[in-house]
Nanobody, 122 residues
Framework: VQLQASGGGLVQTGGSLRLSCAAS????????MGWYRQAPEKQRELVAT???????NYADSVKGRFTISRDNAKNTVFLQMNSLKPEDTAVYHC?????????????????WGQGTLVTVSS
C-alpha cells in the first residue's frame, strides 16, 4: 500500500489549506485513515482520524478548525484546515490501516505517507 500526500504549503495566519492523501496498490481493504503532524523539536501529534464508516476524532487543538473526510471509492482522505495558526506549522503525515492478503491470510498493517509541510506565517 502506498500513500501519496499533497496540499501543503505556506499560508498566512487565519488562512486555509486542504491536504489530500490517496492510497494505492494492492490491498483488500482500507480501514481507519488519518493525519499526524510533527513540528520541529516537538513530539508527533495525532491530528485527526476517520473510520471507514465516517466516524471522526480530533485533537483538542484543532477541533472546530479542521475537518477530516474521506472518499472511500478513491481511498483518499482529506484534511480541511481553516483558521490556521502559526502553531499549526508542522510536517503532516497521513496514515492508513490497510488489510492485505498474503498466502491466503489477511494481514493488517499501518502505512504512512511521505509527509507534507504546512507553514503558517504570523
Amino acid at each position: 500500500v502506498q500513500l501519496q500526500a499533497s496540499g501543503g504549503g505556506l499560508v498566512q495566519t487565519g488562512g486555509s489549506l486542504r491536504l489530500s492523501c490517496a492510497a494505492s496498490g494492492e490491498f483488500f481493504r482500507i480501514n481507519d485513515m488519518g493525519w499526524y503532524r510533527q513540528a520541529p523539536e516537538k513530539q508527533r501529534e495525532l491530528v485527526a482520524t476517520i473510520t471507514s464508516d465516517g466516524r471522526t476524532n480530533y485533537a483538542d487543538s484543532v477541533k472546530g478548525r479542521f475537518t477530516i473526510s474521506r472518499d472511500n471509492a478513491k481511498n483518499t482522505v482529506f484534511l480541511q484546515m481553516n483558521s490556521l495558526k502559526p502553531e499549526d506549522t508542522a510536517v503532516y503525515h497521513c496514515y492508513a490501516e490497510g488489510d492485505t492478503v498474503y498466502r491466503g491470510r489477511l494481514q493488517r498493517n499501518i502505512y504512512w505517507g511521505q509527509g507534507t509541510l504546512v507553514t503558517v506565517s504570523s
